[in-house]
C-alpha cells in the first residue's frame, strides 16, 4: 500500500518562526560557546548549540567532539527549529580511538610487513601474518584491568615463526571502525533537507569542583574571607568560551551496577576575576560565572568565588576531655582523665550584618594570620558543610599552646548496682601573658544530676554541660564538682 503525504500548509505564524529558526542558526554559526554545569559529586551536564545539514529521508549524522566520559544513557538532542525537523532511530557512541595498540589488535591474523636490522648489519623486511599483538589487556578479580604483556608473533611466508621481533612494523590499510575522536553517531529520519540548528545535551564524568577559603585573621576580631573555585577537568573534552554553572548541593544518584572501560578514569589553571552569581535551584544553590570561560581538558583551573573584608569572628578556647569518645558510652566516667590541650576554634557567622550572607558550597578553609613581621603564617584549616546563610561557622584550627588542663576523677562510690556518685576536678592553667575564656565540656550519660559544683555551668543538651572560665594572665583556676548517675 502506498501513502501519499500531503505538505503541511503554511500557518500564519510561518514567518516569525522562520526569523527564530534564522536567529538560531546564526547564534550556531556564530560559534557561542557550551553551557557546562558541573556538579559536587564529580560529574557535569554539558549544553551545547550545533547545527546538522540534513537531507530528505533516513541518514547518519556524526558529532565529534564530546567528552570520552560521556554518559551515552543521558544523551538528549532537540530540534530548535521545527520540532518536526528529524526523528532520532538510533544512538551509538564510538569511543575505539586510533592508537598503536589499537590498530595491531585489529590487524591480528592479517598480512603485515616488518621492517627490522639483522645482527649484521643489514636490513630485512620480513612479509608475514601477525598471530599476536604485542600486549593483551586481561580483566582481574577487582574489576579492573591489568596490563600484560605478551609480546609479537608473526608467521613469515615462508613458515619462520619470529618471536618478539624489534623493528618497525607496516600494515598494510588502516583498520575499520577506529576513530580519531570520541563520536556520537545518530540514525536520523528527515522530513526536510537543510541545516537545522539543535540542542545537544549530555552528563560527563571525570568533571568536579570544590570550594577552597583563606581566612585571614587581624589578630583581634575581624578577618577577610576570599573563597575560591577549584574545578578539575578530566572528562576528555575542551569547553571554550563556556558558560559556566557551578551546582552546590547532595545531588542523590543511581548507583551504577557496571562501569564500561570508557566511563572510567583516564590517565596548574589560571585563576580568573570573581562574577559568580548566587540562586537557589529546587533544594540546591547554583553560582553562575558571568563571563565565559575555557575550561580545558585536563586542567585545574581556579576561579574568584568570593571576596568580604572586615567580618567579624571569635576565637574559642574549649577542653573537652571526652570529646574522642562521642558516640560511645564510656565506662563509669573513668575514661578522659590526665592533661588536655584545648582546642583552638574560630567562629563567624554567615550573615549580611557580617559582611558576607551568601551560601557558602563545601569545601575546605585555610586560616592564616600576619606575624609581628607582617608575614602570613598560617594557622590552621578545617573543612565545612554546604551552609546557608545566617548560620554560624565553626572551624577547628589546631589546639592551644599555653593554656592547658588537667582533669582528675578525685572519688568514685558505688551507691546501688545501678547507681553511682564521682566527684571530679578540672585545673585549667593560663600561662600567657594575656588574658583567656576557656569553655570547659563536660559529658554524661543516662540519668545523671550534678549534685554539688564550684562554679555555675550551662546545661547544653542531655549529656554535656559547659563551665566558662575567665583567666586572668598567668592564672589557674580548678573546677570541681560531683555527680550522681543511675540507669
Known sequence: MRVSIAPPQRPKSMMLTSLVFAALAQAVASGNGPEVTVYN??????????????????????????????????????????????????????????????????????????????????????????????????????????????????????????????????????????????????????????????????????????????????????????????????????????????????????????????????????????????ESLFEYHLYTLQRPATIRDREIKQ??????????????????????????YPQEGAVGVGDVKPLVKVEFVNSEANKLGMPLPKGTVKVYQRDKSGSVQMLGEDNIDHTPKDERISL????????????????FRRIAANQTEESFSIEVRNRKDVPETVHVMERHWSDWKISSESMPFTKLDANTIEFKVDLKAGETKTITYTVNTKW
Open 303 to 328: 576561579l574568584s568565588l568570593l571576596d568580604a573584608s572586615g567580618l567579624k569572628y571569635t576565637k574559642k578556647l574549649i577542653v573537652d576531655s571526652m570529646a574522642p569518645y562521642r558516640g560511645w
Open 396 to 411: 577547628t584550627v589546631g589546639r592551644s599552646f599555653d593554656v592547658r588542663a588537667t582533669r582528675t576523677r578525685t572519688n
Open 41 to 278: 559529586q564529580g560529574f557535569g551536564l554539558v549544553k551545547e548549540l550545533r547545527s546538522l545539514s540534513l537531507r530528505v529521508g533516513r541518514q547518519s549524522v556524526a558529532v565529534e567532539d564530546v567528552a570520552a566520559m560521556i554518559e551515552t544513557n543521558s544523551v538528549a538532542i532537540r530540534s530548535l527549529g521545527r520540532a518536526d525537523a528529524f526523528e532520532v532511530l538510533e544512538q551509538n557512541y564510538q569511543y575505539d580511538l586510533i592508537s598503536v595498540q589499537a590498530i595491531l589488535n585489529k590487524a591480528v591474523g592479517k598480512e603485515v610487513r616488518f621492517h627490522r636490522v639483522l645482527p649484521n648489519g643489514q636490513r630485512e623486511v620480513v612479509v608475514g601474518t601477525l598471530l599476536s599483538s604485542p600486549t593483551a589487556i586481561v580483566g582481574n578479580a577487582n574489576g579492573g584491568q591489568n596490563q600484560t604483556y605478551n609480546g609479537m608473533v608473526i608467521r613469515t611466508a615462508e613458515g619462520r615463526i619470529l618471536l618478539n621481533p624489534s623493528g618497525e612494523i607496516e600494515v598494510t590499510s588502516l583498520p575499520e571502525g577506529l576513530i580519531s575522536k570520541p563520536t556520537l553517531l545518530w540514525e536520523l529520519q528527515a522530513a526536510a533537507a537543510g541545516t537545522v540548528p539543535i540542542e545537544l545535551s549530555y552528563l560527563t564524568q571525570g568533571i568536579s569542583w570544590k570550594a577552597d577559603y583563606v581566612l585571614q585573621l587581624d589578630g583581634i576580631s575581624t578577618a577577610d574571607l576570599r573563597g575560591w573555585v577549584t574545578m578539575t577537568n578530566n572528562s576528555g573534552a575542551t569547553y571554550k568560551d563556556a558558560k559556566l554553572k557551578l551546582l552546590a548541593g547532595d545531588v542523590e544518584r543511581a548507583r551504577p551496577e557496571v562501569m564500561t572501560d570508557m566511563m572510567k578514569a583516564r590517565g596548574a589553571g589560571a585563576a580568573g576575576g570573581g562574577g559568580f552569581q548566587e
